[in-house]
C-alpha cells in the first residue's frame, strides 16, 4: 500500500479554512459554555432554592443524558417545525454550547463546594454579603481548582465539533470530505484531519497549563 498525500496538499487552502471555522465554532461555544456552566453551577448550589434548583438540575439531567448529535439534530432540523429557522452555525456553536455547559457546571458546583465552607462564615461574620463573598473569596480560589477538568472539558469540545460537518458547516472535518469526495484518498486525509485537530487540543492544552500555572503562582489557593 502506498501513500499519497497529493491530494491533501492540493486542498490545503480548504482545509485551513475549514480549520478557522473549527476554531471560530469551538471558540464561541466555549464562551457560551462557561457562561451556562457558571450560572447553572451556581444554581445548583442550594436546594432550598427549589425552582432554580429544579430548572438548573432538568437542563443538565436532559444534556447529559442524550447525544449530543441528537440535540444538534434537534436545533437543525427540529427548531423549523415551530418556524424557527437558524443558520447552520448558530446551531452549531448552541448545540456544543449547551452540550458543554451542563458539563461545566458540574465542575463549577464541584470546584466551589470543594472549598472549606470556614472560608464563606468568616466572610459573612466580617459583614460581606454572600455574592460579595462569593466573588471575591470563594470563586478565585475555585477557578485553580477548575482549571485541570475544564481543559478536559475544552479539548473534548474541540473533539466533538467534528458532529458539526453533519449540518453542512464548512469545519475541517466537511472540508476534508470534499476532498476524499473527489481523491478518493480517505487515509491520508483522514491522517491530515486527525494530525490538525491533535495540533488544536494540543496547544489548547498547553495554554490551560501556563495559565493553572499564573493563577498558582499568585497565591490564589490556599
Known sequence: MS???LPVLAGWNELAHGTLVTVEITSASLLLGCVLGLLVGMGRLDPGKRLIYAI?????TFIRGTPLLVQLFLLFFGLPAFD???PAFVCGILGLGVYSGAYVSEIVRGAIQS???GQMEAARSLGMSSGTAMRTIILPQAVVRMI????????????NSALVSLLTIADLMHE???????SYRSLEVYLAIALVYLVLTTVTSKILQRIERHLRAGGTVQ
Open 176 to 182: 476534508g470530505q470534499k476532498i476524499i469526495s473527489v
Open 56 to 60: 438548573c438540575s432538568t437542563y443538565v
Open 115 to 117: 472549598i472549606d465552607k
Open 84 to 86: 424557527i429557522l437558524l
Open 148 to 159: 485541570p477538568p475544564l481543559g478536559n472539558e475544552f479539548i473534548a469540545l474541540i473533539k
Open 3 to 5: 501513500f499519497d498525500f
